[in-house]
Structures are given as structure tokens and as C-alpha cells.
């Protein structure tokens, strides 16, 4: 399940509008230790201080609240170029 998980969250989650948003993130913590310090892709081409809050049904400014950063505020990490998927190695 661990595996299943990892490669879930390699999945870019973005909002495909007119404009494309990053999605907000998950604020509460995993259940599962090996998970902690992981977060979802954001795609690259996305409007880098724009979420879509699909809860809320609009968008929302990076920063104007908590789910628009990785919980524990870690800064959220682009794919690499090329790539479609972001490494899962936890912040330094």
C-alpha cells in the first residue's frame, strides 16, 4: 500500500480550467509514517500563485490560506523538466 501511495502522489493533481490551477493540498498528516514529508506534483505550466479550491468552487492567491502550501509549509516542488513526475524524496 506504501508503494501504491508513493506512486500516487506522483501524479500532477492540477485543475484543468480555462487557466490552469494548481490544486490545494491535503492539510491533515498520513497515516502511514513512510508517507510523512510527501506531497502532490504541481505541473509546471500552471499559474504559479494560483489555486483552484475545488471545496470553495473558485480559485485562491497562493498563500491566503493554509491548503495552498504543503502542510508544514514545506515549498511545493515542480515536476523536472521533461519529466511528468517530481522526486518523493522529502524536503532538505
Known sequence: MIALANEYL???KNMPLPTKRNSVFCQRG???QELNG????????NEPHVSFDL?????????S????Q???GAAARRP????KTRSLS???
Do not use: I, W
Open 10 to 12: 506522483q501524479a500532477e
Open 38 to 45: 510527501l506531497f502532490q506534483a504541481q505541473d509546471s505550466a
Open 90 to 92: 522529502p524536503p532538505p
Open 30 to 32: 498520513p497515516a502511514n
Open 55 to 63: 471545496a470553495l468552487g473558485k480559485s485562491v492567491l497562493k498563500r
Open 65 to 68: 490560506q493554509p491548503n495552498t
Open 70 to 72: 504543503p502542510s508544514g
Open 80 to 83: 523536472y523538466k521533461g519529466s
